[in-house]
């Protein structure tokens, strides 16, 4: 079984920083993308930005130069530093990992239980 859980959402003014971070945990034999995504009230759930295995890393044009995402690969962990925080940011963001368990050797999705994000103008 693998698990996902983010913390550090929280409320915040506009032009405020917040530091999301996500950790994965189980049984785990490899970890190929991780990645954050957001969903606000009556809205799909969209790509915030995402890290490959090899640290490559893919952003939305909504959050480039705001939004970096990090990894710390010997604690299974990502981070979204959010900076520049505007209204149109508040959503609840999720983590994703691609995992391969170790019962199983196959390349799955795992989605934590999301992190609320509230920017007040």
């Known amino acids: 079984q693998v698990q996902l859980v983010e913390s550090g959402g929280g409320l915040v003014q506009a032009g405020g920083s917040l530091r999301l971070s996500c950790a994965a945990s189980g049984s785990i034999f490899s970890i190929n993308t991780m990645g954050w995504y957001l969903q606000a009230p009556g809205k799909q759930r969209e790509l915030v930005a995402t890290?490959?295995?090899?640290?490559?890393?893919n952003y939305a044009d909504s959050v480039k130069g705001r939004f970096t995402i990090s990894r710390d690969y010997a604690k299974n962990t990502i981070h979204l530093q959010m900076n520049s925080l505007k209204p149109e940011d508040t959503a609840v963001y999720y983590c994703?990992?691609?995992?391969?368990?170790?019962?199983?050797?196959?390349?799955?999705?795992?989605w934590g239980q999301g992190t609320q994000v509230t920017v007040s103008s």
């Open positions: 994703k990992a691609n995992v391969v368990a170790r019962a199983t050797f196959v390349f799955k999705d795992y």
């Open positions: 890290i490959t295995s090899g640290g490559s890393t």
